[in-house]
């Protein structure tokens, strides 16, 4: 399993910007698939996740309601909404996935065999 995540760069506060996680070798709807932030000086921290099974979604707190993730099989591609941006958002953010992740494991970084490499998301204010 290949992810190559995209779409990050710089954005005035209150902005928006749309992350892409293309899986590549698999199919990405038997994977969950997770959004993780991790910025300088501070410890990795989940940010959203879609299951597997059924699709259904999860959120930090701290994004609820400013970030969707969705997901479109056709284009074998997990996608990071983030609307409403705030300087504190500011991070690598990086997309993982698991065939087998079990829900209480869903904002468990290490509970992902898969990783990508991260795109930075840098919010002005």
């Known amino acids: 399993v290949q992810l190559q995540a995209s779409g990050g760069g710089l954005v005035q506060a209150g902005g928006s910007l749309r992350l892409s996680c293309v899986m590549s070798?698999?199919?990405?709807?038997?994977?969950?698939v997770g959004w993780f932030r991790q910025a300088p000086g501070k410890e990795r921290e989940f940010v959203a996740a879609?299951?597997?099974?059924?699709?259904?979604?999860f959120y930090a707190d701290s994004v609820k309601g400013r970030f969707t993730i969705s997901r479109d099989n056709a284009k074998n591609t997990v996608y990071l909404q983030m609307n409403s941006l705030k300087p504190e958002d500011t991070a690598a953010y990086s997309c993982?996935?698991?065939?087998?992740?079990?829900?209480?494991?869903?904002?468990?970084?290490?509970?992902?065999?898969?990783w990508g490499q991260g795109t930075q998301v840098t919010v002005s204010s």
């Open positions: 993982a996935a698991d065939a087998s992740l079990i829900t209480s494991s869903i904002g468990n970084g290490d509970a992902y065999d898969w």
């Open positions: 070798g698999r199919t990405v709807s038997a994977y969950s």
């Open positions: 879609i299951k597997r099974s059924g699709g259904t979604t």
